[in-house]
């Protein structure tokens, strides 16, 4: 999985968010057939926390078929109650990667 979210590239910096440390092997969990996720935003006031989300989860589910659970690490961002909720509300999510898509940051921030 790992592997998987190194073609996954931070909207605001040229890196992955591997390299950038948002992710790591100890981040990463499984709960039967799901996976979960945890992630720290680059910075307590990430603007972009929200869609890092967003393209984490469907970079894994897309590449894994299966359901990711992507929420924050506890305590990383001044949102992160509002941001869990986002990420875990299938409409809300769906809303952002459609609005992800329509912009090309999806694209661009998730390599195939």
């Known amino acids: 999985m790992i592997e998987a979210l190194k073609k996954v590239y931070d909207p605001e910096y040229p890196l ?23 992630f720290t935003p680059t910075s307590p006031f990430c603007p972009m926390g929200g869609m890092i989300g ?34 875990s509300n299938k409409k809300q999510y769906n809303d952002t990667l459609k609005r992800l898509k329509s912009s090309g940051l999806l694209d661009r921030c998730v390599a195939t």
């Open 16 to 38: 992955s968010v591997v390299d950038l440390k948002i992710v790591g092997e100890e981040d990463i969990s499984l709960d039967g057939n799901k996976i979960k996720i945890l």
């Open 54 to 87: 967003v393209l984490i989860k469907y970079a894994l589910e897309k590449r894994t078929g299966k359901e990711v659970d992507v929420s924050l690490k506890p305590g990383t961002h001044t949102q992160e109650k509002m941001l869990n909720e986002m990420l």
